[in-house]
């Protein structure tokens, strides 16, 4: 987190820039607190001056479900917030499946157009342009099918488990009368 004069000095930056391109994971479908807070700050900066220079903005969100879809609303609220602070929407690519990437790079995990989808984004930010529907489609598509994915993710739960040695109580419910 930033302090209010360090937060103040960001948003006062973003007069000199062109775009501001968001990229943030999803809390239970939609932006987090934080994000949605420095959006707010943005839009209030821009109305207070309204000869502000015109700003771009795009979103790249990840969520943790294998639908991509689930980051639909999380999008609408990147526009509304656009609309709201006299910003360009200029789109934005949703993948799904963030664990699976986990930070790494893109072609070590698999290439499923994730890597075209974020070149053709880049080239149409670059002109100015909306971030093509094609683009957006690629970065939907699953990394590894939903029930490999659910088949991993159990695994991984059953690892941590073990690993804090409460395996044998996964069923607990310590708190049902």
Request: hydrophobic share 50%; aromatic share 6%.
């Amino acid at each position: 987190h930033v302090n209010g004069a360090a937060r103040a000095a960001l948003v006062e930056s973003l007069d000199a820039c062109d775009l501001l391109l968001l990229a943030t994971p999803l809390y239970f479908d939609g932006l987090p607190s934080h994000v949605l807070h420095f959006l707010e700050e943005v839009r209030d900066h821009r109305r207070r001056f309204p000869l502000a220079p015109s700003l771009a903005f795009a979103a790249i969100l990840n969520c943790g479900t294998p639908d991509a879809h689930q980051a639909d609303s999380a999008l609408q609220m990147c526009a509304l917030a656009a609309r709201d602070a006299r910003l360009g929407w200029r789109g934005g690519l949703a993948f799904g499946e963030g664990d699976a990437i986990g930070g790494r790079e893109l072609a070590s995990v698999g290439d499923r157009g994730y890597a075209a989808a974020m070149d053709a984004a880049a080239d149409a930010l670059a002109r100015d342009a909306l971030i093509p529907a094609e683009a957006a489609a690629l970065a939907a598509r699953p990394l590894i099918p939903e029930g490999r994915y659910t088949l991993l993710g159990n695994a991984g739960w059953l690892v941590t488990a073990r690993r804090n040695k409460a395996l044998l109580r996964l069923r607990d419910r310590p708190y049902q009368e």
